[in-house]
């Protein structure tokens, strides 16, 4: 069961990513779903909260919110604020737990449009409940699980995967956060939000399938260090790659952000380690990285 500190940390989680997504699901389409399952009442009340607050871009368009839980006190707690919400906006409450998700989203009619599922999972992640998240391909998911979901993730075809194991104050751990997607765009978005609420409650990240299990301090200036040797094994692996494909890498294969991909290079480029095909300038997305031996 989630403490009181791991409930705040996935509710913040929560509205940051909505708050990138949500946007962009409706100016790429006129129906959006956001699903929420195995949530407390606070996370869902601040997830239509949320919704409320971005009532200009609603309007003319079409968002549904499912809350699937357990927890009696939904209707009431929720109540006040659908009241607030835009005509564009239905909220369905739903009984039981995160792994009716697919019933959910079926009865929705969320086929066709951007999907985004929040889920809290008490278990193990089933391909049934990622075929739902899915949604075609329009879906993406943000989880908490307890252990690595990458491989059932990257099996349900979300090809771009981030997982941390984020460790809180006093060492408490908080399980897994994975989240898939199709879209290097909200892949970034999410690693940004990881890292601002990190900095926020001050937890650590660590690679959920690091041997090592070494955690690394959210903090504006990162130890690099670890990055810059796991890009310097991913040029040995793989050869030559362009900057884009080595900031994806950091953001599928590490903790760290996209940005720290580009500080981290420039340092190795400094230390003579990786030479760019570029004499100088900003270090482009295109622009290829080489080992310099």
Same mark, same amino acid.
């Given at each position: 069961m989630a403490t009181d500190r791991t409930t705040d940390f996935l509710r913040e989680l929560l509205v940051r990513q909505l708050t990138t997504w949500l946007p962009a699901a409706l100016r790429r389409s006129r129906r959006a779903t956001i699903a929420l399952a195995g949530t407390d009442a606070g996370s869902a009340e601040a997830a239509l909260r949320l919704v409320a607050a971005h009532r200009d871009q609603v309007r003319g368009r079409q968002v549904t919110?499912?809350?699937?839980?357990?927890?009696?006190?939904?209707?009431? =707690?929720?109540?006040?604020? *659908?009241? *607030? !919400?835009?005509? *564009?906006?239905?909220?369905?409450?739903?009984?039981? /737990?995160?792994? =009716?998700?697919?019933?959910?989203?079926? &009865?929705?009619?969320?086929?066709?449009?951007?999907?985004?599922?929040?889920?809290?999972?008490?278990? &193990?992640?089933?391909?049934?409940? !990622?075929?739902?998240?899915?949604?075609?391909?329009?879906? +993406? @998911?943000?989880? %908490?699980?307890?252990?690595?979901? %990458? /491989?059932?993730?990257?099996?349900?075809?979300?090809? !771009?995967?981030? *997982?941390?194991?984020?460790?809180?104050?006093?060492? +408490?751990?908080?399980? @897994?956060?994975?989240?898939?997607?199709?879209?290097?765009?909200?892949?970034?978005?999410?690693?940004?939000? !990881?890292?601002?609420?990190?900095? /926020?409650?001050? @937890?650590?990240?660590?690679?959920?399938?690091?041997?090592?299990? $070494? &955690?690394? /301090?959210? $903090?504006d200036d990162p130890d690099l260090e670890p990055l810059a040797r796991e890009l310097l094994a991913e040029l040995h692996r793989g050869g030559s790659r362009p900057v884009a494909d080595l900031r994806r890498h950091t953001l599928t294969a590490t903790v760290y952000r996209a940005a720290d991909a580009n500080r981290a290079l420039t340092g190795l480029l400094d230390s003579g380690d990786v030479r760019r095909d570029r004499e100088g300038g900003r270090l482009a997305g295109d622009e290829i990285i080489a080992l310099a031996r």
């Open positions: 919110v499912l809350v699937l839980a357990d927890s009696a006190a939904l209707p009431a =707690r929720l109540g006040p604020i *659908e009241a *607030e !919400l835009p005509a *564009e906006v239905t909220v369905h409450l739903l009984s039981g /737990d995160p792994y =009716r998700l697919p019933v959910a989203v079926k &009865a929705a009619g969320a086929a066709g449009a951007p999907l985004f599922s929040f889920v809290d999972l008490p278990g &193990a992640v089933t391909p049934k409940l !990622l075929a739902a998240a899915t949604n075609g391909r329009t879906g +993406e @998911v943000l989880l %908490r699980t307890g252990d690595s979901a %990458r /491989d059932v993730l990257t099996a349900a075809g979300f090809n !771009l995967v981030a *997982e941390v194991a984020p460790v809180l104050p006093d060492g +408490e751990a908080a399980g @897994v956060i994975a989240f898939g997607s199709r879209s290097d765009r909200s892949l970034e978005a999410v690693r940004d939000a !990881l890292w601002a609420v990190g900095a /926020d409650v001050d @937890v650590r990240y660590r690679d959920p399938q690091d041997p090592t299990g $070494v &955690a690394v /301090d959210v $903090v």
